[in-house]
């Protein structure tokens, strides 16, 4: 059976929103009791709208965020009993914008050395040759060691930032929307680096993007988000050739692919995505939903696991239609 | 009476800069049909979207336009003062930004807004005004229209708001809309509702549509002819069907190649890519633009500037020397 | 990987397009060139003053400048009321100014930095305090404060650095609460967090050098803030005590005999307005060049 890297049990993150001085407090639930299992090797690719949770969620699994409530564990261990540095040597990110995630200041050299300055290695001679081995690695030439930022395209910054994250030799990768911030050139580039260090590494990614092209190209499971909550998971080609969630299939045929004889779909879905604050009653989705029910405006629907497909949502309730 | 638009010739955009002129955009010819959709497609930094300001005259005032001819529906609006200017982008050219935010005024709800655009361009009573927006909102598919009117745009959602601009675009039923990637900054599901909207809307008002977009899927879905660019030049032009099943110019095959397509690419199969990187326009250019990174480049490449041509006047044209025959083979190397 | 060298090639340029354009930027042109020379003149001031400025030679009292008919080259700028010779005076007044302004400025900077700092970067409760003490340090009148600290202390050099020290601080924590506000929402901060860094690696590496760019900018206004503060103390009795040559007391010390010898206070008056200016100058042309919507 393969190593379970991270196992995350009703996991939730609320944020209290003050709504001005008179008008009191309120929660927003930006994760809402999420069970997610990523085993060693995997790409699990977690996808969704904006305002979805998926990026709270990410960075909760990064320990960047405590959790209000439910578990992480992270190989076995729970999130928060581990200790600093092992969380960094563990589990890294990826940002989106490569030009908001490198240190203007910092030479590029120096921004790959940091991982391995903060676990205390103290020899500069062999800081420097595994900055330049992982420059290489990620496709970056030595000279640009004592190059700023600046002087680099967006493609060379994403490169650093995986230097960055891969330098210490973690095991799971967060990459939030690795690729969204490139030109179509440049994303193909990433892409391929991202596939081949996750073989050389045996590497576990986490991906988040709402790239649904991206996302079939690269993940092996993926991760429905809606509103707080995983509304349905299956591995890629299953999702893709069998989405059993209302909202997924509306997300997949929202997929643009280029092909000049299609027409633009119609995915059915109302206009607006709902209030995190005010969340609908029941199950979040029926406001948007074609299919939706009456029992879906009041009751939260449970979830049903067949085999590794889980999927929430009334129309697979047992003795439904 | 012709079907033309928007008809353009020969439009160049320098940039003065400090360490020499950059040459933006770089002899653009464009046209485009009543009902027709043209997509100028590229990566950032190729003009696209200073092509699009230059249209509308609302380049930076450090950028120096020059252009030959710029019609719109016949008649030149070249020598146009800003005041005319501004009355021909409010009445015959519509124009959609990517951040509906900031051609939103924050203080002004959004029934204010359009009631004014309609008073200014429009030779309307205050009721009637106000009746046209509430119809022009339930238009774009905005419920509750009503209640819209009395709302300010930071109360509304992404979607919404471009919904609310695409509304206010159309008030005074414009000849033409230049849109500059109206849906980059929206989720993928209201992406396809904006641009379903935008295309049931040219049909029914008979308009021309520049769409200007980096997302190749957007184009392949929306174009009726499309216009690649590429460091400032338009290097490929054709139908969407043309450019998406037989693409000519090196770079727009490069192009299609790095996407990956579900059901098409292989899983975790390497994707193509595009070696090297954009030249630099700053200053003299000789040559094509696409030799530092392209497959097929020989010396002859570099020597002299490359025309945009149609060997087989089949309304596709293409800015290489090489001919068909070769590029085909450039796809197998 | 050759879509690195024209880029590298383009980035080389970029200090020299910065030195391009300090030079190219006539305010901070000028400001530097004034600044540089009221420095040089007060680190230099035994040297280069013709005579001692505390020297009183009652017999030649009131002595006008050079320029006068009645004026000598023996005291350039004349002398004041005690005789004294007035250059001298102006020479070792810089010092003054400029001790005042750079120490007043150096202590509300610290206190300025730190809080606005804290403030940004950790939020919540510790940025309704700052906040707090934002508000309340700008509820007070500098100058009504200043008066009466000093006329309960007692006026000194000391005295009116700290004093101007603990009360011009709030430019300084309202600029750097933003700037830290801002540099703390980009990715590297976050990704310094996920890579295991301290809270203060992050302050010191990640954040500062991201900041001192308008530290600089504010520091410059500052300095001329504190400037003129001390002038005015000083003119009013307050400030800096005879017979130490600041500037606003040698207005002060004019001002009685404004109508028959003007020059009194016009000279210190210009010197006072150059100075001031030019720092004024040389911290706007810092902050055009510094901007961001200036780069490219």
Same mark, same amino acid.
């Given at each position: 059976m %393969?190593?379970?890297?991270?196992?995350?049990?009703?996991?939730?993150c &609320?944020?209290?929103?003050?709504?001005?001085?008179f008008?009191?407090?309120?929660?927003l639930k930006?994760?809402n009791g999420?069970?997610l299992t990523v085993?060693?090797g995997?790409v699990l690719?977690l996808?969704?709208e904006?305002?979805?949770?998926?990026t709270t969620l990410a960075?909760?699994?990064?320990g960047?965020l405590p959790?209000?409530s439910?578990?992480v564990?992270?190989?076995?261990?729970?999130i928060n009993?581990?200790?600093?540095?092992?969380l960094?040597?563990?589990i890294?990110?990826?940002?989106?914008?490569p030009?908001?995630?490198?240190?203007?200041?910092?030479?590029i050299?120096?921004?790959i050395?940091?991982p391995?300055?903060?676990?205390?290695?103290?020899d500069q001679d062999s800081m420097?040759?595994r900055a330049?081995e992982?420059m290489?690695?990620?496709?970056?030439p030595p000279?640009?060691?004592?190059?700023?930022?600046?002087?680099?395209?967006?493609?060379?910054?994403?490169?650093?930032a995986?230097?960055?994250a891969l330098?210490n030799r973690?095991?799971i990768?967060?990459c939030d929307?690795p690729?969204? %911030?490139?030109?179509v050139?440049v994303? &193909?580039?990433?892409l391929?680096?991202?596939n081949?260090l996750?073989?050389?590494l045996?590497?576990?990614?986490?991906?988040?993007s709402?790239n649904?092209?991206?996302v079939e190209?690269?993940?092996t499971?993926? %991760?429905?988000m809606y509103?707080g909550?995983?509304v349905e998971i299956?591995?890629?080609?299953?999702l893709?050739?069998?989405?059993?969630?209302?909202y997924t299939?509306?997300l997949?045929d929202?997929?643009?692919?280029?092909?000049p004889n299609m027409?633009i !779909?119609?995915?059915?879905?109302g206009?607006?995505?709902p209030?995190?604050?005010?969340? !609908?009653?029941?199950?979040?989705?029926?406001p948007?939903c074609?299919?939706a029910?009456?029992?879906?405006?009041?009751?939260? !629907?449970?979830?049903?696991?067949?085999?590794?497909?889980?999927v929430?949502?009334?129309l697979?309730?047992?003795g439904a239609? | 009476?012709?079907?033309?638009v928007?008809d353009?010739?020969?439009?160049?955009v #320098?940039?003065p800069?400090?360490t /020499?002129?950059l040459? *933006?955009?770089?002899?653009?010819n464009?046209?485009?049909d009543?009902?027709?959709?043209?997509?100028i497609?590229?990566e950032s930094?190729?003009?696209?979207?200073?092509?699009?300001l230059a249209l509308?005259?609302?380049?930076?005032?450090?950028a120096?336009?020059?252009?030959e001819k710029?019609?719109l529906s016949?008649t030149?609006?070249l020598g146009?003062s800003?005041?005319?200017?501004?009355?021909?982008?409010?009445n015959?050219?519509?124009?959609i930004f990517?951040?509906p935010?900031?051609?939103?005024?924050?203080?002004?709800t959004?029934?204010?807004q359009?009631?004014e655009?309609l008073?200014?361009h429009?030779?309307?009573?205050? #009721?009637?005004?106000?009746?046209l927006?509430?119809?022009?909102?339930?238009?774009v598919?905005?419920?509750a229209?009503?209640?819209r009117?009395g709302?300010y745009p930071h109360q509304?959602?992404?979607g919404?708001?471009?919904?609310?601009?695409?509304?206010?675009?159309?008030?005074?039923?414009?000849?033409?809309?230049?849109?500059?990637?109206?849906t980059?900054?929206?989720d993928v599901?209201?992406?396809?509702?904006?641009?379903?909207?935008?295309k049931?809307l040219q049909?029914e008002?008979d308009?021309g549509?520049?769409?200007?977009t980096?997302?190749?899927?957007?184009v392949?879905?929306?174009?009726?002819r499309?216009a690649?660019?590429? *460091? /400032?030049?338009?290097v490929e032009?054709g139908?969407a069907?043309q450019?998406?099943e037989?693409?000519?110019?090196?770079?727009?095959r490069g192009?299609?190649?790095c996407i990956?397509v579900?059901?098409?690419t292989?899983r975790g199969?390497?994707?193509?890519?595009i070696?090297g990187m954009?030249p630099?326009?700053i200053g003299?250019f000789? /040559?094509?633009?696409?030799?530092?990174r392209?497959?097929?480049?020989?010396d002859i490449?570099r020597?002299s500037?490359?025309?945009?041509r149609?060997?087989?006047?089949k309304a596709?044209a293409y800015?290489?020397?090489h001919?068909?025959?070769m590029l085909?083979k450039?796809?197998v190397? | 990987?050759?879509?690195?060298d024209s880029?590298?090639?383009e980035?080389?340029?970029k200090s020299?397009?910065?030195r391009?354009?300090?030079?190219?930027?006539?305010g901070?042109?000028?400001?530097?060139?004034i600044v540089?020379a009221?420095?040089?003149?007060?680190l230099s001031?035994?040297?280069?003053?013709?005579?001692d400025p505390?020297?009183?030679?009652?017999?030649?009292?009131?002595?006008?400048p050079?320029?006068?008919s009645?004026?000598?080259?023996e005291h350039i700028l004349?002398t004041?009321?005690?005789?004294?010779?007035?250059l001298s005076?102006?020479?070792?007044?810089?010092?003054?100014?400029l @001790?005042i302004?750079?120490g007043a400025a150096l202590i509300?900077?610290l206190?300025g930095t730190v809080?606005?700092v804290?403030?940004?970067?950790?939020?919540?409760?510790?940025?309704?305090?700052v906040?707090?003490?934002?508000t309340v340090?700008l509820?007070?009148?500098v100058?009504l404060v200043a @008066?009466?600290?000093?006329?309960i202390v007692?006026?000194s050099l000391q005295?009116v650095i700290m004093?101007l020290?603990?009360?011009?601080?709030?430019?300084?924590?309202v600029?750097?609460?933003?700037?830290?506000l801002?540099?703390?929402s980009m990715?590297?901060v976050?990704?310094a967090?996920?890579v295991?860094?301290s809270?203060?690696?992050?302050?010191?590496t990640?954040?500062?050098?991201?900041?001192?760019?308008?530290?600089?900018v504010i520091?410059?206004l500052?300095?001329?803030?504190a400037?003129?503060?001390e002038?005015a103390l000083?003119?009013?009795g307050?400030?800096v005590?005879?017979?130490l040559?600041?500037?606003g007391l040698?207005?002060?010390e004019?001002k009685?005999?404004m109508l028959?010898?003007?020059?009194?206070?016009?000279?210190p008056?210009?010197a006072?307005?150059?100075?001031v200016?030019?720092?004024?100058?040389?911290g706007?042309?810092a902050?055009?060049?510094?901007?961001?919507?200036?780069?490219?």
């Amino acid at each position: 059976m %393969a190593e379970l890297m991270i196992d995350a049990r009703d996991v939730t993150c &609320s944020f209290t929103i003050s709504r001005g001085m008179f008008r009191g407090k309120q929660q927003l639930k930006a994760v809402n009791g999420v069970d997610l299992t990523v085993e060693r090797g995997e790409v699990l690719a977690l996808v969704g709208e904006s305002g979805c949770g998926k990026t709270t969620l990410a960075k909760m699994l990064l320990g960047l965020l405590p959790q209000t409530s439910g578990t992480v564990e992270l190989c076995g261990q729970p999130i928060n009993d581990v200790p600093r540095l092992e969380l960094a040597r563990t589990i890294q990110p990826i940002f989106q914008d490569p030009y908001s995630s490198l240190n203007p200041r910092k030479t590029i050299g120096s921004i790959i050395a940091l991982p391995m300055k903060v676990q205390g290695i103290a020899d500069q001679d062999s800081m420097r040759r595994r900055a330049e081995e992982t420059m290489d690695m990620v496709g970056l030439p030595p000279r640009l060691y004592n190059a700023f930022p600046n002087q680099l395209s967006g493609g060379q910054r994403q490169r650093v930032a995986i230097a960055r994250a891969l330098v210490n030799r973690p095991q799971i990768v967060v990459c939030d929307e690795p690729t969204s %911030a490139l030109d179509v050139s440049v994303q &193909s580039q990433i892409l391929n680096l991202l596939n081949d260090l996750r073989d050389e590494l045996n590497l576990t990614y986490i991906i988040i993007s709402h790239n649904l092209a991206v996302v079939e190209h690269i993940a092996t499971r993926v %991760a429905v988000m809606y509103l707080g909550r995983i509304v349905e998971i299956a591995d890629t080609d299953t999702l893709f050739k069998d989405p059993q969630h209302p909202y997924t299939r509306a997300l997949l045929d929202s997929v643009l692919t280029p092909d000049p004889n299609m027409d633009i !779909p119609n995915n059915q879905l109302g206009a607006s995505y709902p209030n995190p604050i005010d969340p !609908p009653t029941g199950c979040s989705f029926h406001p948007r939903c074609v299919n939706a029910m009456p029992r879906c405006a009041t009751v939260a !629907p449970n979830g049903k696991a067949d085999g590794g497909h889980y999927v929430e949502c009334h129309l697979y309730d047992d003795g439904a239609n | 009476m012709s079907n033309r638009v928007l008809d353009v010739e020969n439009l160049t955009v #320098d940039i003065p800069l400090a360490t /020499g002129i950059l040459h *933006a955009v770089d002899g653009v010819n464009l046209h485009v049909d009543r009902g027709e959709t043209l997509c100028i497609v590229g990566e950032s930094g190729c003009g696209k979207s200073l092509t699009s300001l230059a249209l509308m005259d609302l380049l930076p005032t450090k950028a120096v336009r020059k252009i030959e001819k710029l019609e719109l529906s016949g008649t030149s609006i070249l020598g146009y003062s800003e005041r005319e200017m501004s009355d021909v982008r409010g009445n015959k050219m519509g124009m959609i930004f990517q951040e509906p935010m900031t051609s939103l005024n924050p203080a002004f709800t959004i029934g204010n807004q359009m009631i004014e655009t309609l008073l200014r361009h429009r030779n309307l009573s205050n #009721d009637a005004a106000r009746d046209l927006a509430k119809l022009m909102l339930e238009k774009v598919g905005i419920t509750a229209a009503e209640q819209r009117l009395g709302q300010y745009p930071h109360q509304l959602s992404g979607g919404l708001r471009q919904r609310v601009m695409i509304a206010m675009t159309l008030l005074c039923e414009p000849e033409l809309i230049i849109a500059d990637e109206p849906t980059t900054a929206l989720d993928v599901t209201i992406q396809a509702q904006i641009l379903l909207l935008l295309k049931e809307l040219q049909n029914e008002f008979d308009m021309g549509l520049v769409l200007i977009t980096h997302d190749l899927g957007v184009v392949a879905r929306i174009a009726t002819r499309v216009a690649v660019m590429y *460091a /400032g030049q338009i290097v490929e032009e054709g139908t969407a069907k043309q450019i998406f099943e037989n693409p000519l110019h090196p770079y727009t095959r490069g192009l299609m190649r790095c996407i990956p397509v579900p059901g098409k690419t292989k899983r975790g199969a390497p994707l193509g890519s595009i070696p090297g990187m954009v030249p630099s326009l700053i200053g003299d250019f000789t /040559g094509c633009r696409f030799a530092d990174r392209c497959e097929l480049t020989s010396d002859i490449c570099r020597q002299s500037d490359v025309s945009l041509r149609d060997p087989n006047v089949k309304a596709q044209a293409y800015r290489c020397i090489h001919g068909i025959e070769m590029l085909a083979k450039g796809e197998v190397a | 990987m050759s879509e690195i060298d024209s880029e590298v090639l383009e980035s080389q340029t970029k200090s020299s397009a910065f030195r391009r354009r300090i030079l190219g930027h006539q305010g901070v042109m000028i400001g530097a060139a004034i600044v540089l020379a009221a420095v040089l003149i007060a680190l230099s001031a035994p040297f280069i003053a013709p005579h001692d400025p505390y020297y009183q030679d009652l017999l030649n009292r009131l002595v006008p400048p050079v320029w006068d008919s009645r004026g000598s080259w023996e005291h350039i700028l004349g002398t004041d009321h005690l005789g004294r010779d007035y250059l001298s005076r102006l020479i070792y007044g810089a010092r003054i100014s400029l @001790l005042i302004g750079v120490g007043a400025a150096l202590i509300s900077g610290l206190i300025g930095t730190v809080l606005g700092v804290a403030a940004g970067y950790f939020g919540g409760r510790v940025d309704m305090v700052v906040t707090f003490m934002i508000t309340v340090r700008l509820s007070m009148p500098v100058v009504l404060v200043a @008066l009466a600290v000093v006329a309960i202390v007692g006026g000194s050099l000391q005295v009116v650095i700290m004093v101007l020290g603990f009360l011009l601080w709030d430019r300084f924590a309202v600029v750097m609460r933003s700037s830290t506000l801002q540099i703390r929402s980009m990715d590297y901060v976050a990704a310094a967090q996920a890579v295991g860094c301290s809270t203060t690696r992050i302050l010191t590496t990640e954040i500062m050098p991201n900041v001192v760019n308008n530290l600089i900018v504010i520091a410059t206004l500052e300095i001329a803030h504190a400037i003129i503060l001390e002038a005015a103390l000083s003119f009013l009795g307050l400030g800096v005590q005879p017979p130490l040559p600041s500037w606003g007391l040698m207005v002060s010390e004019g001002k009685d005999m404004m109508l028959f010898e003007p020059w009194l206070i016009t000279i210190p008056g210009v010197a006072l307005f150059l100075l001031v200016l030019a720092i004024n100058l040389l911290g706007d042309g810092a902050r055009d060049i510094t901007a961001p919507e200036n780069r490219n």
